[in-house]
């Protein structure tokens, strides 16, 4: 398997990082060298094996359904990085 | 002063409760050493007027029934500390203070101890040699331009160090253990669901586990008695009965079953490790265990299945820093190009590279090959030690194939860096508790571990094994203290 730079393009619109020409060409060589290693899982044949999804064999606990932080909105936007006390702000999103 | 600093946690924690040392000599004595040491990149940052405040505090009114009465301690930074800034060593929340207090170091200040500052590591816990961190490497104590590992590196040297009596650090894929390792301390990653995940920066959520790192066994489990709780607001947390981890500590380990897997027997190990290994393996008869010869047959498998599950799973978490609700923004001309431009600037090469994997890992048309496949061979893993643990109580193996090594020798292949936590990974995977301990040292002086693996919830188990296999090896760290001028 070979990531090109078209994959690459692809993942990082996806991921929302923007990369240049020649982070893409890095990043390629550094993917396909992980993805080599990756490979190897292809030995395996695992069609009937349960996938493991949590470690952690319990059910989830249910708890009643009550407010415990109350008023907290000034902390929630304290550190947003664009100040206003009552909102996040983001640039204009509708023209 | 200096001899305040070498002593341990435990005689610390004596000498407070039968009043020989105020928690202001102790907290000063730690406080003057980390002035010192600052070529050693440790903190992050520092908090110390504020410690100094706290111990004030404690002395005029100490109340010495609490299990860590006045200790200062350092913790990693990729645990949320009220009001003082955590930023999981990436530009990205180089400007984040917390509005809440995580429990895992809520837990450890209700007993009594004070927040000496915040400790550098690997970016967002992502990397083995704390090389990633947007606040620069960290140096190991033990010689100069040397690696700490990772990812909790500045946790690492600041407790061999001696700039910290013990602290805190998080592990995903052996970010506790291979550090430990490295600088001649001890480091215990819990059982998966033992310590509250609420309030830690989240890298992959079904392998992340806070621990203790300290100088020897008993510190360890004195720290761990403190950290592991039940947790409402960490929807993994397991309410299972834990033990009083430090008093229950015992030396008699005899009749114990431990295993010890052939696959760990990897090619290219240098002759020390497996020499070391030997070692072990004696000290343990010499304690009156049983060895048996065990078999992980996918051991090998355990590095490709972490580097699908954990991108994975971090590229899921990682969307939240978007500059929008808190951290670094750069401008952008819309909003989508803010968000590229604040990722593309926030995060560093290899925490990219990491989402970058995991976003396409789990991207369409190629989820079944590699998330799901991932996910079977995990579940075949946690099956092999389901079956040795039939046979056995633990299982010992080497904690890191080889020694720690120079700042910027594997910083170009990605791979080979990776490699480093061959023995950690599987633990890790099937949520297992691991213990590394300081066993010897190579030819060049350099400290190596070794980790015992334990069953689920059977923290107990591994500490007393480790606790007597301390006492049997008697290892001294060589510090220098190079660093201080």
């Keep these: 398997m070979s990531i090109d730079l078209k994959t690459i393009k692809h993942i990082s619109k996806l991921s929302r990082i923007s990369v240049d020409e020649k982070r893409a060409e890095k990043l390629a060589g550094d993917l396909n060298s992980i993805f080599d290693f990756i490979e190897k899982l292809n030995e395996l044949k695992t069609d009937n094996v349960e996938p493991l999804t949590s470690v952690a064999e319990t059910t989830l606990k249910l708890r009643s359904d009550e407010v415990k932080s109350k008023n907290i909105r000034e902390q929630i936007v304290k550190n947003s990085p664009q100040d206003n006390e009552d909102y996040f702000v983001v640039p204009k999103v509708i023209e | ?485």
Excluded at chain 2, 107 to 123: Q, R, T, V
Excluded at chain 2, 341 to 366: D, N
């Design chain 2, 1 to 485: 002063m200096s001899d305040i600093t070498k002593k341990s946690l435990t005689e610390l924690v004596e000498n407070i409760k039968n009043k020989k040392l105020s928690s202001m000599d102790v907290t000063k004595a730690f406080i003057e050493r980390s002035e010192k040491s600052k070529e050693l990149n440790a903190y992050i940052t520092e908090d110390f007027t504020s410690a100094l405040d706290k111990a004030k505090k404690f002395d005029q009114k100490p109340n010495l029934d609490l299990k860590l009465p006045g200790i200062p301690m350092a913790v990693k930074d990729l645990f949320c500390t009220k009001d003082v800034k955590t930023t999981a060593g990436s530009k990205i929340l180089n400007n984040f203070v917390p509005t809440y207090e995580s429990t895992v170091t809520e837990n450890i200040w209700k007993e009594g101890a004070i927040l000496l500052g915040k400790l550098n590591c690997d970016e967002f816990a992502m990397g083995s040699s704390n090389e990633t961190s947007f606040f620069g490497n960290v140096q190991n104590p033990i010689d100069k331009d040397l690696v700490p590992g990772g990812s909790s590196g500045g946790s690492a040297s600041a407790v061999a160090g001696q700039l910290t009596p013990i602290t805190i650090g998080t592990d995903t894929g052996g970010s506790i253990r291979q550090p430990a390792s490295f600088t001649g301390t001890v480091g215990l990653k819990p059982t998966y669901g033992s310590c509250s995940r609420y309030g830690i920066v989240a890298f992959a959520s079904s392998l992340d586990q806070a621990g203790p790192m300290a100088q020897n066994v008993k510190d360890c489990a004195l720290l761990q008695e403190v950290v592991s709780t039940y947790d409402s607001k960490d929807s993994t947390s397991i309410d299972f009965k834990r033990n009083q981890y430090s008093k229950e500590l015992t030396n008699n380990i005899k009749g114990k079953k431990i295993g010890i897997p052939k696959e760990y027997r990897v090619d290219g190990m240098p002759k020390e490790i497996e020499d070391l290994w030997q070692k072990g393996i004696q000290h343990v008869k010499d304690c009156g265990a049983e060895i048996i010869d065990i078999s992980l047959p996918h051991t090998s498998y355990a590095l490709p299945t972490y580097y699908i599950v954990a991108p994975a799973e971090a590229s899921s978490n990682l969307a939240r820093y978007d500059g929008v609700k808190y951290g670094f923004r750069a401008n952008g001309e819309n909003l989508i190009d803010m968000y590229e431009k604040t990722r593309s600037e926030g995060f560093g090469a290899e925490v990219q590279r990491r989402i970058m994997i995991g976003t396409y890992v789990l991207s369409s048309g190629y989820y079944d090959a590699y998330y799901l496949k991932a996910q079977k061979v995990r579940k075949l893993i946690k099956n092999d030690f389901d079956e040795a643990y039939k046979k056995v109580d633990a299982i010992l193996t080497p904690s890191t194939p080889s020694s720690a090594f120079k700042i910027g020798e594997k910083t170009n292949d990605p791979v080979s860096m990776y490699l480093n936590d061959i023995f950690t990974v599987p633990v890790n995977l099937a949520g297992l508790p691991g213990i590394s301990i300081p066993a010897g040292h190579d030819s060049k002086g350099y400290p190596l571990g070794l980790q015992i693996i334990g069953k689920a919830f059977d923290e107990q188990n591994i500490l007393n094994i480790a606790y007597a296999m301390e006492e049997k090896i008697d290892f001294k760290n060589k510090i220098t203290d190079w660093w201080i001028k």
